[in-house]
């Protein structure tokens, strides 16, 4: 009879803040300080909603994400103004499952995923990696952080984190993934979206959710977590240098962001910044069926 595995325990993460952080909006944005590069992190519950339309007050299905052919202008740019129009209003649904991530089409236009025609309202489980194809318009590539075995990151239960908020997914779903990565393929490549579930981790590797690659990034650099309703950014290389306002952040500690910090990985810089889901279209026009 084969004796059970031993358990593993974890150690957890330090608090490295000073005061309780002010609650933040689900969707938030990194860019690159002195580049054009974009992150938009959404804190992500089960569901994820995507399409052309803006949310507006009163709407009971809002996207989470705005997506568009940019720059979309109907003066300067009419032929991105005219192909937004084959992206649905909104086209499609990310479900969070126990046993991965699904894809939902939603719109009128059809949603190639790998190439091949999806069926309408049908869920599809995604693959660690995916390309989605918008209408015929849009391209999307996609890569899942599903979780790697070693358990979810350990919080020091006494850090003065926020209870109000969106909350993550439960443990029920301990098997699911922990954060979606969403790349723009040609049209304004330089904006990416990440759906963060739980955790997405930095670094150079290209298996990291987030690829930063610049001189002193480790390959396991940080982490970006959700929890109890806060944005944390947890340091993981003994290595590598992570920096939040001009301090640094020993590894085995993390923070909570909220916007306005300045955040550093070796010598990446970046700037958090508040977003809504209009922003991701630039402008607060919609195209007109």
Known sequence: M?????????????????????????????????????????????????????????????????????????????????ATLAISSQHLQFVLAHDG???IDLGRNGTLLD???????FPA???????????????????????????PIAIDPDAPLPLTGPLAPDAAL?????????????????????LLYRRATIGKSGERSWRVSAPGVAARHAALLQHRGALLLAALAPEGRTVVNGRALAPGTFTALVPGMELEFGESRWV????????????????RT
């Open 125 to 151: 489980r995604l693959r660690a990696q995916f390309q989605i194809m918008l209408g015929g318009v849009l391209r999307l590539r996609g890569r899942i952080e599903a979780p790697d075995g070693s358990g």
């Open 115 to 121: 190439g091949r025609p999806m069926q309408p309202r």
């Open 2 to 82: 084969s004796e059970p595995a031993p358990e593993t325990t974890t150690t957890p993460l330090r608090w490295a803040g000073e005061a309780a952080p002010p609650p933040t909006s689900p969707l938030v944005c990194l860019r690159e300080a002195g580049g054009q590069r974009r992150l938009f992190v959404l804190r992500a519950g089960r569901e994820v909603r995507c399409g052309r339309r803006k949310p507006v007050r009163g709407d009971t299905r809002p996207n989470h994400l705005v997506l568009r052919l940019l720059p979309c202008d109907a003066q300067r740019h009419p032929e991105n103004w005219r």
């Open 101 to 103: 991530l699904r894809l």
């Open 272 to 287: 958090l910044e508040a977003a809504r889901p209009a922003d991701l279209a630039h402008l607060p026009d919609e195209p």
């Open 174 to 194: 301990a098997g699911a993934p922990e954060a979606c990565l969403l790349e723009r393929v040609a049209n304004t490549a330089r904006d990416s979206y990440l």
